[in-house]
């Protein structure tokens, strides 16, 4: 028997727009795990809570071989939400589902901080305390934040600059569409040029970052200057290396 519904009230289907981390795995795919393990070490959960999308547009992968790589990626804590780039044949039932028509953006490279190794294979850990993410999204071209930057706070702002009047505590990041400005130390993460804007700068009054990105293109402590530390920097973009200069 068929059930006629009665019920006038229609069933609103809204979009949404959010931003995924994509993952473009190469070949051998034993190599770039390995790859992806040493950056999982550098970042205590990381991947947990965002959305990951694996686009393996770039590389001839079957079947088993696709199904094999969703569960070394489980393993690590990384939940697929969707593939992009792989023929309609790759998918099967139970797997994540094909995504298409994504918008490109800026690179976003795994931030750094220490964690426990569990034998050879570093494994993506639970952060100790649950990361309150703060998003703010604007008309206007810039977003100001007047309080400092507490350890696992997250603020995002697409639109454009950054400008914090306090410090960033470590594990902390800051991710802008355009610049970023702290005013005080920064000692978590900076990204700036989030959405692919290689102009984009970072500034800082006291420079004790744990990662920097601008455009996709990012660098960690050890990469820099050791005299740089503590020092007010402002950073830039020349081809593919970030380039630092201390300000008076």
Request: aromatic share 6%; hydrophobic share 45%; glycine share 10%.
């Amino acid at each position: 028997m068929t059930k006629v519904l009665t019920d006038s009230r229609s069933i609103r289907i809204k979009g949404r727009s959010f931003l995924a981390v994509v993952l473009a795995p190469d070949l051998p795919l034993d190599d770039w795990l390995i790859r992806l393990d040493d950056l999982a070490a550098r970042s205590a959960g990381f991947f947990l809570g965002r959305p990951v999308v694996l686009d393996v547009s770039d590389i001839e992968i079957d079947r088993p071989q696709l199904k094999g790589l969703i569960a070394e990626l489980s393993a690590r804590n990384v939940s697929i939400m969707g593939i992009e780039g792989g023929r309609a044949s790759l998918i099967e039932p139970g797997m994540p589902p094909a995504l298409k028509g994504g918008r490109a953006a800026a690179d976003y490279e795994v931030p750094q901080t220490e964690i426990p190794v569990e034998g050879s294979k570093p494994v993506v850990q639970p952060a100790a305390e649950p990361v309150a993410v703060v998003e703010q999204y604007a008309s206007a071209p810039s977003l100001m934040v007047r309080e400092p930057v507490r350890s696992g706070q997250s603020i995002v702002f697409a639109q454009g600059d950054i400008t914090v009047l306090g410090s960033v505590a470590s594990g902390a990041e800051v991710i802008a569409g355009g610049s970023v400005h702290i005013y005080g130390a920064l000692r978590g993460r900076a990204l700036a040029g989030y959405l692919g804007n290689g102009e984009a700068r970072i500034f800082c009054r006291k420079f004790e970052s744990e990662l920097i990105a601008i455009d996709g293109v990012y660098a960690m402590t050890e990469d820099m200057d050791p005299d740089l530390r503590g020092k007010p920097v402002q950073l830039w973009l020349e081809g593919d290396a970030i380039q630092v200069e201390k300000m008076m």
